[in-house]
């Protein structure tokens, strides 16, 4: 059967799962049509994109004001597509503040709604489930913890894994550069610590100092060790770079944009902002210490509202906390001397280093399985076979 889906994905790391899926549905059913908001990935994966949705991400009421007015717009031109009446089914992926709207306005035209990596109800917004049964019909769960939660509060829910997994199963790595990094310890960098300071510019703008001071106390401690940045975008690399003083001529780091997967793959461990980038780092087993640095304003929101003791998924799942993490607001120092002490003991603890290993391994044996994307698909598609059964079955019976 022929059908269209509107896709509605705000997230740098949703573009990429959104792409993904997107290629199981064509090679599922190549006469499926796409388009919506969303990003280059999802372009490349042969998505018409209305509007590239991933350059607006944004956390916090205080950074969502000022594109409001944007965010607005953007649903009613969803809207404006839904009621020509070519859209057959809409597709969320995250980005809950955005998509309540699309998802609002989809069924007000009658098209079914299914949301693919929901959003953490079950950690922040557990009054929000309300509104998911009256807007969603159906979440695809990334997370055992998610359909758990969704179903228990009446949500048609289905589990089909999480994403991030396909990411590395399926990643092309760049193996000279791997052999590059791996010819660093020959020439004397004994340890390779990956930096990975967010996705959004908001989160980099933010932690990058703190990591950069951490940096260079590591620095003291190791001189051996040698630091990878994996920034997301090219400007933000280039600030990060641009943040370097003339007293860091000596400090060991190089920058990398677009080869994320590879700096994990190489590192010994890592320090990164909190993001579901630390299902990739569980996933090959590179342990991190994790940061996140918010204003007085959101910390506030959070403390409020969070019903979860973790920032970290891989520590969600599991039964103790794998990742060191810290929620950083008001002075730098505490946060500065949280990463320093844990990379610190990384490298210069075998005893402590080998028990992450081990820790991560129970991880990986128990969550890190590809096939979501695949998984996903095949339900979106079955979704598109059984309104096309049912519609020969009408028609059969008119004719009848």
């Excluded at 913890?145 to 790595?173: C, K, M, N, W």
């Excluded at 791996?182 to 703190?210: C, F, I, K, M």
């Excluded at 943040?243 to 400090?251: I, N, P, T, V, Y």
């Excluded at 990742?323 to 607001?329: A, G, R, T, Y």
């Amino acid at each position: 059967m022929t059908g269209n889906i509107f896709f509605s994905v705000g997230e740098p790391s949703g573009d990429q799962h959104a792409a993904r899926l997107l290629g199981e549905i064509h090679r599922r059913n190549p006469s499926i049509r796409s388009r919506g908001f969303g990003g280059a990935a999802m372009r490349s994966a042969g998505c018409h994109v209305d509007f590239d949705l991933t350059r607006l991400a944004v956390v916090g009421l205080l950074e969502v004001l000022p594109k409001l007015r944007e965010f607005f717009q953007l649903a009613d031109q969803a809207e404006e597509i839904f009621r020509s009446g070519d859209v057959d089914a809409v597709v969320l992926v995250d980005f809950p503040g955005f998509n309540w709207h699309i998802a609002k306005r989809a069924k007000k035209h009658g098209i079914p709604v299914y949301y693919y990596c929901p959003p953490q109800l079950w950690a922040w917004g557990g009054w929000r489930a309300r509104k998911m049964r009256r807007s969603v019909d159906h979440v695809l769960a990334v997370l055992p913890i998610e359909q758990q939660f969704f179903s228990e509060r009446g949500i048609p829910t289905t589990y089909v894994g999480h994403p991030f997994f396909d990411a590395v199963a399926s990643a092309e790595l760049d193996h000279q550069l791997l052999e590059r990094f791996e010819s660093l310890r020959d020439g004397g960098y004994q340890q390779l610590v990956a930096v990975l300071p967010g996705s959004r510019t908001h989160e980099v703008q933010r932690n990058w100092p703190l990591m950069l001071e951490s940096m260079r106390r590591i620095h003291q401690r190791h001189p051996t060790a040698r630091f990878l940045v994996a920034a997301y975008r090219d400007r933000q690399c280039l600030w990060c770079r641009n943040q370097l003083e003339s007293d860091d001529a000596s400090l060991p780091v190089e920058f990398y944009t677009g080869r994320t997967s590879e700096v994990i793959e190489a590192a010994q461990c890592a320090m990164m902002v909190s993001g579901s980038i630390s299902l990739e780092l569980m996933a090959r087993r590179t342990p991190a210490a994790v940061l996140y640095r918010v204003g007085w304003l959101l910390h506030a929101f959070a403390r409020s509202m969070v019903r979860v003791d973790s920032i970290t998924l891989p520590n969600l799942l599991g039964s103790k906390k794998v990742f060191p993490e810290m929620v950083s607001v008001g002075r730098r120092e505490p946060a500065i001397e949280f990463l320093t002490d844990s990379v610190d003991a990384m490298l210069g603890d075998p005893y402590y280093f080998q028990g992450l290993l081990e820790d991560l391994d129970q991880l990986r044996e128990q969550y890190a399985h590809g096939g979501a994307s695949a998984r996903a698909a095949q339900w979106i598609c079955e979704q598109f076979d059984e309104v096309s059964g049912q519609s020969a079955q009408d028609g059969w019976t008119r004719a009848a």
